[in-house]
């Protein structure tokens, strides 16, 4: 996360400085020119037999003209991609606490299994009785994620986080036109993520902000006095952005459900509290699950994400398609609206759980389709959901919206997902979540006497939000101090977000990062602040100083966009 | 638990150093009714062996496309990935690293973005590209949403060919969002009047070449009578590979163009991940949505790239933002560029021209087939045939012989019994003349 609040765009003097070797290359920091300027047209790097001769059936429409697409034989592709990725900071680099982002450990595994031919080579329209294991592991990691959330359905396909939510709320539009209503206003606390007003806004909805109260959370005062039968619902994030659980959370719910609202819960954060609350008991109605953040599909350098929507019995009607369901003749792949289907749940045995397990039945595998809403993790709705007799209430996916993108969502990340998983299990992923939020805790316990916590010194969950109050009069912005993080070797935390802190540091240590790895942060960060507080402005206005590259100017970038590479290829004929 | 390096130890000291008791008091704020407590119906953690076996066994269920003659298209197609894309996308700094915010520790990504938008600005046709979207169905939304915004109408027109998912990812979110969509009903034989549809109101017509039947289109002329009405011409594609041999959409005079790009460098993986293109002319692009890499210098003067424009995005200007998109395509896109990098003009060139060649030989077999019709007088490595009776039916009998032999239309279209003996059948270079024999002989003993 990062955005622009207050934050410098262009470099200070420009200082053209000659390069310090003939090549412009450091050591290990080799300069890589564009494939533009490397490439050949006539060059290739894949070896292909001449095309069959045949009478072409293009018509007029053969292309015409070169294309200008440089080709690289094999080796230079390897060092050309070798050399970007070593301008690249990941997770497996080093400590990377970006707020908001949970940079967490992403096992080989989840790379391993879902390069299995049967996930990797299967055709999202090949015959279904060619592909049942996919079927069955959609089901399956629904089944996981409807246990996780407490909520009765999900809905797989969304394609990201934000996509998620375009899901939830569309579901919640039609929800309420099922209802005869049309409401117009959508509420938002002031801390959230931007996708969350940019997505209300796409349906046209008009956005009502809901100021944070002074210890960082939603007030549900607030919420009640914005609340009437002109609001549509409200998009809470829970852990909020500012790292903080929202302890009237139920309130809220309560509140929102009796205007007749919808509760949307931005999942972002779920990790901190996979396994320890489910959001369905607090009372949520839809929330997206980024699969790339919680479950630790890699972020890839932005994507691709996945995000599956989590639906309360409310909203489970209009679910998109495709989706699965389990009946009497297993499962199946409900791919058109207005399907006509039922939903007795009948307990079918998930093909991935045959052996005995620890832990807990995990025999029933029903993508979204539970007997019962009225799921609790104690109560009766246990054993009828076992069983797969409990009455049903609610036909997922009955009235469904429609369609959100082509194919089934992103079978590549439910893999990964599920790998992570079965991994963890249900004691991995709550003592995940729990050292997650130990070691944003452990930060902040250390850091707490030097920078300023605009909230107070209480706990936090999996990140702990700082202010720049502590670097009043030093000269040295919140920017500043992220890229002198750079320079001592780690990933700068999230700054300038949320953004009812100013200039915002949200770190966001993970549960991946060792104590010893923490300690090395913790004694980095205590010796930068010092050397602020210490009046080396230089250290900070100047950095970075050891990466790739000096600080960007952005503001050229953006002043006279220059979005390609320019020229085109030289023009002449192609190698066939 | 393998992924979790503290120890019990480790943890004990750290509690105690924040001064607390035990781990739950970090919870206190969770209302105490409402916690897990331990109990939920999941099993427990698993060795690396263990869950190999689990999901391998899931795994093995399936029949990928490599195991039988496989011409299964409509929107996603089966291509042969150099081992050296895998390799290098599983780089640790690519696979592990986030959206480049941070532009200094970022340029391995940054710049692989600004190689993929020029690849992609290029084989388009088009001025500019941005840095991707989900897939190509989204980016299609995408191109609409931006088209409205453009002309500041709120209508589409879109082909009856345009591939079904498609059509109807753009139907929902213009129903959702209070938009208008005319929707020409499928021309299998694919010739339909799109340009009657052109009125005052609409901002543009979605047309799709190569469409989901197979045909291409020259949509010079339509291109032409939806800028005399002020309307946009969107040009969408499945199959990238395409473009390697046919006419781009750019040359055409398409205003928008969106598209799936998983054909080059993705797997197929029963749906997604995939990579969204969308590229424009420049005057558009402070209305494109997603993120874009620009070129610019660092402090000492040196090239670098950054991601620019980012007064469109929701991070910046929340509800005013272009899009609500945020994480987009990352490993894809860079799977995508790397292909594409391989290959290079003459390779794609190449590849394209076998891939036709293959759909050639295999549209003449299946011609030969008593009682098949291909509907296609031209296409690139798709066509469209008519079967007699139920092709639904045909396609299961098919793969009962161990044939994949292509997508029922009906699957796409269940409501249309005029589609019912369709079949969209698919060719790329991985097939061989024997799996192309062997369609035609299972095809024979089918029907």
Redesign the interface.
Same mark, same amino acid.
């Given at each position: 996360?990062?955005?622009?609040q207050g934050r410098p765009t262009a470099?200070?003097d420009?200082?053209?400085?000659e390069s310090e070797t003939f090549t412009?290359n450091r050591g290990l920091q080799i300069e *890589?020119p564009?494939?533009?300027e490397v490439?050949?047209?006539?060059?290739?790097?894949?070896d292909?037999?001449? =095309?069959?001769?045949?009478?072409?059936?293009?018509?007029?429409?053969?292309?015409?003209g070169?294309?200008?697409?440089?080709?690289?034989s094999?080796p230079e592709?390897?060092r050309?991609?070798?050399r970007?990725?070593?301008?690249?900071?990941?997770?497996?680099?080093g400590a990377?606490p970006?707020g908001s982002?949970t940079?967490k450990?992403?096992?080989?595994?989840n790379?391993?299994?879902?390069?299995?031919?049967?996930?990797?080579?299967?055709?999202?329209?090949?015959?279904l009785?060619?592909?049942?294991?996919?079927v069955?592991?959609i089901s399956?990691l629904s089944h996981?994620l409807i246990?996780?959330t407490g909520m009765p359905a999900i809905a797989m396909t969304p394609?990201?986080?934000?996509?998620g939510?375009?899901c939830g709320m569309?579901a919640i539009?039609?929800a309420l036109a099922a209802r005869g209503e049309s409401r117009s206003v959508v509420l938002v606390p002031e801390s959230a993520?931007?996708?969350n007003?940019?997505?209300?806004?796409?349906?046209?909805y008009r956005?009502e902000a809901i100021p944070a109260r002074k210890d960082g959370t939603v007030d549900p005062e607030e919420v009640a006095k914005r609340l009437s039968t002109d609001v549509a619902a409200i998009m809470l994030t829970n852990p909020n952005t500012c790292g903080?659980?929202?302890?009237d959370?139920?309130a809220i719910a309560d509140a929102v459900h009796a205007a007749g609202a919808y509760f949307y819960a931005d999942g972002a954060n779920f990790n901190a509290?996979v396994?320890?609350?489910?959001p369905g008991?607090?009372g949520v109605d839809a929330m997206h699950i980024?699969l790339?953040k919680t479950f630790s599909t890699?972020?890839?350098?932005?994507?691709?994400?996945?995000g599956p929507v989590a639906l309360s019995a409310a909203l489970a009607p209009f679910m998109?398609v495709p989706y699965v369901v389990a009946d009497r003749d297993g499962l199946r792949l409900i791919?058109?609206a207005g399907s006509t289907h039922s939903a007795p749940g009948a307990g079918v045995p998930s093909?991935?759980?045959?052996e005995g397990?620890?832990?807990?039945?995990?025999r029933t595998s029903k993508g979204g389709v539970p007997p019962t809403p009225n799921h609790s993790?104690?109560g009766g709705g246990?054993s009828a959901?076992?069983s797969g007799r409990g009455a049903v209430t609610f036909e997922v996916g009955a009235q469904s919206?429609?369609?959100?993108? =082509?194919?089934?969502?992103?079978?590549?990340?439910f893999?990964r997902a599920? =790998?992570y998983?079965?991994?963890?299990?249900?004691?991995?992923?709550?003592?995940?979540s729990?050292?997650a939020?130990?070691?944003a805790?452990?930060v902040?316990?250390?850091l707490s006497d030097l920078m300023s916590l605009p909230f107070g010194d209480r706990?936090c969950?999996h990140e702990v939000l700082f202010d720049d109050r502590w670097l009043e009069g030093t000269g040295i912005t919140t920017l500043d101090f992220?890229?002198a993080m750079?320079d001592e070797g780690f990933?700068?935390m999230t700054v300038y977000?949320p953004l009812v802190v100013h200039g915002a540091m949200l770190i966001e240590p993970t549960?991946?990062?060792?104590?010893q790895?923490l300690d090395q942060l913790i004694a980095s960060l205590r010796g930068l602040a010092e050397a602020a507080k210490a009046g080396d402005a230089a250290r900070f206005t100047d950095a970075?100083r050891f990466?790739?590259?000096?600080?960007?100017?952005?503001t050229?970038?953006?002043r006279e966009?220059?979005?390609?590479?320019t020229p085109?290829?030289p023009h002449k004929e192609?190698? *066939? | 638990m393998r992924y979790l390096p503290l120890t019990d130890a480790d943890r004990k000291a750290m509690l105690a150093k924040i001064g607390v008791a035990d781990i739950d008091a970090l919870f206190a704020d969770v209302p105490p009714d409402k916690r897990v407590n331990g109990r939920l119906d999941l099993p427990n953690a698993k060795g690396e062996l263990e869950v190999e076996r689990q999901l391998g066994r899931l795994a093995a269920l399936n029949t990928p496309a490599g195991s039988v003659p496989f011409f299964v298209g409509a929107g996603a197609y089966i291509h042969h990935v150099p081992a050296t894309v895998d390799h290098l996308i599983q780089r640790s700094e690519f696979l592990t690293s986030y959206t480049p915010y941070q532009p200094e520790i970022a340029q391995g990504t940054l710049q692989y973005l600004y190689e993929f938008q020029t690849q992609v600005a290029q084989l388009t046709g088009m001025e500019v590209a941005n840095a991707s979207m989900y897939d190509g169905s989204t980016a299609a939304a995408e191109a609409v949403l931006m088209a409205h915004r453009i002309t500041r109408r709120q209508k589409a027109v879109l082909a009856g060919n345009l591939h079904p998912h498609y059509r109807e990812t753009i139907e929902t979110i213009a129903r959702m969002a209070g938009h208008e969509v005319v929707a020409l009903p499928p021309a299998p034989a694919g010739r339909e009047d799109l340009a009657g549809q052109i009125g005052a109101d609409v901002s543009c017509v979605v047309v799709q070449t190569p469409d989901f039947y197979g045909h291409l289109h020259d949509l010079g002329a339509l291109a032409e009578k939806a800028h005399a009405a002020g309307a946009l011409l969107i040009a969408v594609f499945t199959e990238a590979v395409a473009l390697g041999l046919v006419q781009a959409p750019g040359a055409m005079g398409a205003d928008i163009v969106a598209g799936e790009g998983q054909s080059i460098g993705n797997a197929l993986s029963f749906g997604g991940p995939y990579v969204g293109l969308l590229a424009t002319r420049q005057k558009f692009v402070r209305q494109m949505p997603g993120r874009l890499c620009g070129e610019t210098v660092d402090k000492e003067g040196r090239r670098g790239f950054v991601l620019t424009l980012s007064t469109r995005e929701q991070h910046i200007r929340r509800e005013k933002a272009t899009s609500n998109i945020c994480t987009s395509s990352g490993l894809c896109v860079l799977a995508f560029t790397i292909h594409l990098s391989l290959l290079g003009e003459a390779g794609l060139r190449r590849l394209a021209r076998i891939n036709h060649a293959n759909a050639v030989q295999l549209a003449g077999l299946l011609a030969e087939v008593p009682g098949v019709e291909v509907l296609n007088e031209t296409f690139f490595n798709e066509v469209t045939i008519r079967v007699p009776g139920n092709a639904a039916d045909v396609i299961e009998n098919l793969a009962a012989k161990g044939v994949l032999g292509g997508v029922p239309v009906s699957r796409l279209e269940p409501g249309r019994p005029e589609l019912a003996d369709l079949i969209v059948v698919a060719a790329t270079e991985v097939n061989t003349d024997e799996d192309r024999a062997a369609y035609a002989r299972a095809l024979r003993e089918v029907l």
């Open positions: 996360m990062s955005s622009r470099p200070g420009a200082e053209v400085r412009g *890589e564009l494939i533009f490439g050949g047209i006539d060059t290739t790097g894949v292909l037999p001449e =095309a069959p001769q045949v009478a072409a059936r293009l018509g007029p429409l053969e292309r015409k070169q294309i200008g697409l440089p080709g690289l094999e592709t390897m050309h991609y070798v970007l990725s070593q301008k690249n900071f990941g997770i497996d680099t990377f970006l982002c940079m450990h992403n096992p080989r595994l790379e391993r299994m879902v390069r299995l031919a049967g996930f990797g080579d299967i055709h999202p329209l090949q015959p009785s060619t592909v049942p294991g996919a069955a592991l399956e996981w246990e996780l394609k990201a986080g934000a996509h939510e375009l569309m539009k039609a993520h931007g996708t007003p940019a997505t209300a806004a796409l349906l046209g956005i903080l659980f929202e302890r959370v139920v509290i396994g320890k609350v489910r008991d607090l980024n790339h890699p972020h890839g350098g932005g994507g691709p994400g996945a998109p791919e058109h093909p991935l759980v045959g397990q620890g832990g807990g039945d995990s993790p104690q246990e959901r076992r919206f429609g369609r959100m993108c =082509a194919f089934h969502g992103q079978m590549g990340m893999v599920m =790998a998983m079965l991994s963890h299990g249900a004691d991995g992923l709550r003592q995940a729990e050292d939020v130990l070691n805790n452990y902040r316990a250390q706990p969950m992220a890229k750079i990933h700068p977000f549960e991946s990062e060792s104590k790895s970075p990466a790739p590259r000096r600080r960007l100017d952005e050229r970038a953006a966009p220059k979005l390609r590479w085109p290829m192609a190698a *066939e | -």
